[in-house]
């Protein structure tokens, strides 16, 4: 059997797949890359972990189910990993006990939890702390935080910027625990001379959950996730989502590595910055005047990447970069002897429309991605959160160093330089908890004002900091009575209409949908529900109108019958009973 007709066999059987079935775990299988065309179709239709691959190499691979598994075998030749991947963090045993550690750092935190955490920081150190509870609006209306860490007595004009940004992936759940660790090394060790003298050079901005949707799905559903969670009109759930990290309008966006299939775990969107969580993000980072350089945190590999990911030419600051990426490299393994790798992205596999070519193309910023733990697993044990975010802050103690003997990187690519825009953060932030399919909890609080020249006055919010409003919304009858905290005036909680993209294109803010339900009206049904209902009305109505008009039919026969008399009509009866069972 030819290739292409085993691949329209698995196709059909893949994309005709129902939801995961509760009784098939998800499954790591190796296999090998023997064509082009297997290559192209693992991209568009499956899972791969394997980073680095081509035609020829074995490559990890996640079947969700059966019917993957099917299409899987039938696309080309593959073997057994590992079965039953999907929660394994309960497998591990603590490697060894660890006092006077934050308890934060003894698990995987949930949403909730981290924004707590921020909250913290920012009461406990306000002197060097500026929190903004949102930068961006999820689709499932969670807030996407950001806080600005730097010495405030020192003006920000004599500072460079610093973004560290992480969990763009759901999946990668070292990822926000690692940005948040090295957003608790600077704060607790704020009075060390080194730490200090950083605090007053530079201004780090820090968004450590890029994906708040995906990430709580991991928690809920699949812990292998990718995307975020963006209705796109497709009924299979697996259609659901966006990959962040192909979203990023930097100059090369839908050109190289990047899917246009929805089914894709590598789906860039319908255009560029199409998601609340890339397009706030990129506005918020764009209004820093000072920006210099950035760094996201993905998993795994235990990679250093810097420019370029679309291509194989050198960027003109190759030599330079090159030198700061394995600084990084040999810092981490002098902290923990891990070996990462440090190379050009596009070594790992060409990809735009990422965060990192992002920075660099249009903002002027040094750019780098880092892969962390581990070598060959998403699923790392929470014993080694605390491990990882001290290699890394290791090589972030020679990655400052170098920024500061190093001040003057300059723009690899001049000409296509944003300009510095003010950036307007939602006006109010909220919380949902969702009490029912049909009905939510909303939590209304004003976003903080911030003097930051990054943030312009446009961040100020016209309610005050400490005011809560919590509204308790019926989506059915799309009612909502309104509650407003007893040391607060009553006042209308404001909503932004729209968020501006980065390509000046504007984008809706998206309305809450509740958790798991696709495609759903206000009243909590799918458009597809409505239409199942819509039919099978019609088809009522059409049963009825037949019915009605075959039996009279036979009462006509049968009144012609009664006037001929009696006999024979007990044949008739029972004949004409048959006939109309058959006809309805």
């Known amino acids: 059997m030819k290739a292409s007709t085993l691949w329209t066999v698995a196709a059909s059987v893949l994309l005709s797949a129902p939801l995961l079935s509760a009784s098939s775990a998800p499954t790591l299988y190796e296999c090998l890359v023997e064509s082009e065309g297997q290559a192209e179709q693992l991209n568009q239709h499956f899972d791969v972990f394997t980073h680095s691959w081509g035609v020829g190499d074995q490559v990890d691979v996640r079947a969700r189910d059966n ?30 006990k660890r006092e006077a550690v934050d308890p934060f750092f003894t698990a995987f935190q949930r949403y909730d939890v981290l924004i707590e955490k921020l909250e913290e920081f920012s009461s406990k150190y306000p002197a060097l702390t500026t929190y903004i509870p949102s930068i961006a609006v999820t689709h499932e209306q969670r807030n996407v935080p950001a806080i600005i860490i730097t010495d405030k007595s020192v003006p920000d004009s004599q500072k460079k910027m610093i973004w560290w940004n992480g969990m763009q992936h759901a999946r990668e759940w070292i990822s926000p625990a690692t940005v948040m660790y090295l957003a608790n090394e600077l704060l607790t060790k704020s009075k060390d001379s080194r730490i200090a003298n950083y605090l007053k ?55 190289y590595g990047a899917a246009t299939n929805v089914h894709s775990e ?41 420019n370029w990911g679309y291509t194989q030419v050198d960027s003109p600051n190759e030599a330079i970069l090159k030198k700061l990426g394995d600084g990084i490299r040999d810092a981490i393994f002098e902290k923990s002897k891990e070996e990462y790798t440090s190379e050009k992205a596009v070594g790992l596999y060409p990809a735009s429309g990422c965060a990192d070519d992002w920075q ?10 880092i892969e962390l733990r581990s070598q060959s697993s998403y699923n790392i044990p929470p014993s080694e959160i605390v491990e990882v975010g001290e290699e890394i802050w290791n090589g972030m103690l020679f990655y400052l160093d170098f920024l500061i003997k190093n001040s003057k990187i300059p723009a690899q690519v001049p000409d296509q330089v944003l300009p510095v825009r003010p950036f307007k953060a939602p006006s ?27 943030l312009s006055t446009a961040l100020t919010s016209s309610t005050s900091s400490n005011q809560s409003t919590v509204i308790t919304s019926t989506l059915n009858s799309l009612t909502s009575t309104t509650k407003t905290s007893a040391n607060t005036s009553s006042k209308s909680a404001t909503t932004t209409g729209s968020i501006v993209a980065a390509n000046n294109a504007s984008v809706p803010t998206p309305t809450f949908k509740p958790s798991g339900c696709v495609n759903c009206t206000a009243g909590g049904l799918s458009v597809f529900s409505i239409l199942a209902i819509v039919l099978i009305v019609f088809i009522a109505v059409i049963a009825s109108v037949c019915f009605c008009k075959c039996r009279s039919v036979e009462r006509l026969k ?22 109309l069972n058959e006809r309805v």
Request: aromatic residues 12%; proline residues 4%; contains cysteine.
């Open 201 to 255: 050079k530079f201004q780090f901005v820090i968004t450590p959950m890029n994906n708040p949707d995906g990430y709580e799905f991991t928690h809920t559903h699949d812990r292998y996730w990718r995307k975020n969670r963006r209705d796109n009109g497709n009924p299979n759930p697996r259609a659901i989502g966006v990959d962040l990290n192909r979203n990023w309008d930097d100059g090369n966006w839908g050109v």
């Open 360 to 369: 660099s193309m249009k903002l002027g910023m040094a750019g780098f991605t």
């Open 558 to 579: 049968y009144n012609s019958l009664k006037e001929d008399g009696w006999a024979g009509l007990k044949d008739y009866d029972s004949q004409s009973d048959l006939e």
């Open 266 to 306: 590598t789906y860039q969107g319908p255009f560029a910055f199409s998601e609340p969580e890339t397009n706030g993000t990129a506005n918020f980072i764009a209004s820093f005047p000072n920006r210099y350089s950035g760094i996201d945190f993905h998993s795994y590999g235990q990679l250093i990447l810097r």
């Open 67 to 96: 019917d993957e598994t099917v299409a899987l075998n039938a696309l080309l030749p593959c073997s057994l990993k590992q079965q039953q991947i999907q929660f394994q963090d309960s497998e591990y045993s603590e490697r060894r």
């Open 428 to 454: 109010a932030v909220t919380r949902v908890t969702v009490l029912s399919t049909t009905t939510v909890q909303v939590q209304t609080v004003g976003n903080q004002t911030s003097s930051s020249a990054g």
